[in-house]
T-cell receptor, first 114, second 113 residues
Framework: NAGVTQTPKFQVLKTGQSMTLQCAQDMNHEYMSWYRQDPGMGLRLIHYSVGAGITDQGEVPNGYNVSRSTTEDFPLRLLSAAPSQTSVYFC?????????????FGQGTRLTVV | AQSVAQPEDQVNVAEGNPLTVKCTYSVSGNPYLFWYVQYPNRGLQFLLKYITGDNLVKGSYGFEAEFNKSQTSFHLKKPSALVSDSALYFCAVSSGGYNKLIFGAGTRLAVHP
């Protein structure tokens, strides 16, 4: 049981490049989400999904796209990287019912945009 | 709008002493409250949650938290701190039906021998 797996762990991009951060979970969780972590700001929600084919925006969605074609995978796409997107990105998953669950987090992807 | 405040950037405590990490929240509706811990270069790990019922919630590693509705607070506590408790602690809240969590800025706990 691997839990939540994020790849890559580290990435350096040039401004304007695009890339996809991968996230996969093997717990059959309906709910998946992406956060970015910046110093002094905690974790901010980028996008989330309540099931395959359903996604919605969080607090800071601009510059990011997501899709959820399967229950297991929830990739995050940076369309045209900017230095302001330098951050640590975390993927999380949980069952849909908040009363009976907790969020499981991946190890994070440290992204630097130069 | 939902929000979480962790008023202390850092808390310093001597090993063996009790510790408190503060959290206050603002949410419409019934709050679901969580504490997570982050060790260096790791993802967040769940510590405990309050959904309903007893205001004192017990969690992992000897931590507990007290829900206070009138003060809109959910402070994390431990009777006797360990050096290994040193980490970054996050309080989070959700009032929705899903696990859509809003996090505080985090509090760094430093436990000194």
């Amino acid at each position: 049981n691997a839990g939540v797996t994020q790849t890559p762990k580290f990435q350096v991009l040039k401004t304007g490049q695009s890339m996809t951060l991968q996230c996969a979970q093997d717990m059959n969780h309906e709910y998946m989400s992406w956060y970015r972590q910046d110093p002094g700001m905690g974790l901010r929600l980028i996008h989330y999904s309540v099931g395959a084919g359903i996604t919605d925006q969080g607090e800071v969605p601009n510059g990011y796209n997501v899709s959820r074609s399967t229950t297991e995978d929830f990739p995050l796409r940076l369309l045209s990287a900017a230095p302001s997107q330098t951050s640590v990105y975390f993927c999380a998953s949980s069952y849909r019912d908040i009363k009976n669950t907790e969020a499981f987090f991946g190890q994070g992807t440290r992204l630097t945009v130069v | 709008a939902q929000s979480v405040a962790q008023p202390e950037d850092q808390v310093n405590v001597a090993e063996g002493n009790p510790l408190t990490v503060k959290c206050t929240y603002s949410v419409s509706g019934n709050p679901y409250l969580f504490w997570y811990v982050q060790y260096p270069n790791r993802g967040l790990q769940f510590l405990l949650k309050y959904i309903t019922g007893d205001n004192l919630v017990k969690g992992s590693y000897g931590f507990e938290a007290e829900f206070n509705k009138s003060q809109t607070s959910f402070h994390l506590k431990k009777p006797s701190a360990l050096v290994s408790d040193s980490a970054l602690y996050f309080c989070a809240v959700s009032s929705g039906g899903y696990n859509k969590l809003i996090f505080g800025a985090g509090t760094r706990l430093a436990v000194h021998p």
